[in-house]
């Protein structure tokens, strides 16, 4: 819309507000076109600066009206910078390891040379631990509502690590992972049905379950795949229930860690120690 329109509408809402009885949808339209245009001469105006572009994206009333004109802000620039290794600094390659901070209980990036320095090995300890790559599918997972119930799990999401105090389970929430201690005997019959379970690496391999689906799914993943999972749910959660963002993000989760799996079946106790 050019300066010429905006007068010309402009004319005819001060006209039309006078009479208002006689052409109302009129003055209706001709005020949101004016609305649509100020909007976009105000986003236009604000792109050079960050700070106030920031400022209009962040606020909810303007992101309405925004969003009800048809009006977008434009996506800030990604700066694209080189991930280093979060112990020396080094840049890092694209496929690289990840540690478990056990203090912070956080996920820390390591170049090659830095990753040496830590054992691969299921009984480590120390305050830096390696997360075991890769994602284990487990057939014939025996999971169902019952034991859902017997959990105490409140979602159809869920993953359980085993820990020194014992196992303990998150669910993906708005707020981050909700932590709830398990009861012991509730586990013990988990693994009696599923003995693949047993040869879980405390602190940095998890029981991930989804229940989302048509069936209940089980992986043994590394403790870094439920960090991610939590971020990408949090990233799109929506209204009370999470609504289609996070539905759609849940789906495209677990489609990625289905093309990446490997298959354990029931039984096979050797697959998870030559799986990494």
């Known amino acids: 819309m050019d300066d010429a329109e905006v007068?010309?509408?402009?004319?005819?809402?001060?006209?039309?507000?006078?009479?208002?009885?006689?052409?109302?949808?009129k003055t209706v339209q001709a005020l949101?076109?004016?609305?649509?245009?100020?909007?976009?001469?105000?986003?236009?105006?604000?792109?050079?600066?960050?700070?106030?572009?920031?400022?209009?994206?962040s606020d909810e009333v303007i992101a309405q009206m925004l969003l009800l004109h048809g009006v977008e802000i434009a996506p800030p620039p990604v700066r694209e910078t080189p991930e280093r290794c979060d112990l020396c600094g080094e840049q890092l390659a694209e496929v690289h390891a990840h540690l478990l901070d056990t203090?912070?209980?956080?996920v820390v990036c390591t170049c090659a040379v830095c990753t040496l320095l830590f054992p691969q090995r299921a009984d480590a300890s120390g305050r830096y631990r390696f997360i075991p790559d890769g994602a284990i599918a487990i057939d014939d997972f025996a999971f169902d509502a019952l034991t859902w119930r017997a959990l105490e799990i409140p979602v159809s999401v869920a993953y359980?690590?085993?820990?020194?105090?014992?196992?303990?389970?998150?669910?993906?929430?708005?707020?981050?992972?909700?932590?709830?201690?398990?009861?012991?005997?509730?586990?013990?019959?988990?693994?009696?049905?599923?003995?693949?379970?047993?040869?879980?690496?405390?602190?940095?391999?998890?029981?991930?379950?989804?229940?989302?689906?048509?069936c209940t799914e089980g992986w043994i993943v590394?403790?870094?795949?439920?960090?991610r999972l939590v971020s990408v749910m949090r990233a799109n959660w929506r209204g009370l229930r999470g609504g289609e963002p996070a539905r759609k993000a849940l789906d495209a989760f677990f489609c990625e860690l289905r093309s990446n799996s490997i298959s354990h079946r029931t039984g096979d106790n050797h697959a998870i120690t030559h799986a990494f």
Request: charged share 25%.
């Open 103 to 106: 203090s912070e209980k956080s």
């Open 32 to 57: 949101l076109r004016l609305y649509g245009e100020l909007l976009r001469r105000v986003v236009a105006a604000a792109a050079a600066s960050p700070e106030v572009t920031a400022a209009l994206r």
């Open 160 to 214: 359980f690590v085993r820990r020194e105090e014992g196992i303990t389970a998150y669910y993906p929430s708005p707020a981050g992972a909700v932590e709830s201690l398990l009861k012991l005997e509730a586990w013990e019959e988990l693994e009696r049905e599923n003995p693949a379970l047993r040869e879980l690496v405390p602190e940095t391999q998890a029981l991930l379950v989804n229940g989302s689906g048509e």
């Open 222 to 227: 590394g403790i870094d795949a439920c960090y």
């Open 7 to 25: 007068r010309k509408h402009v004319a005819t809402l001060s006209g039309s507000i006078e009479q208002l009885g006689p052409k109302p949808a």
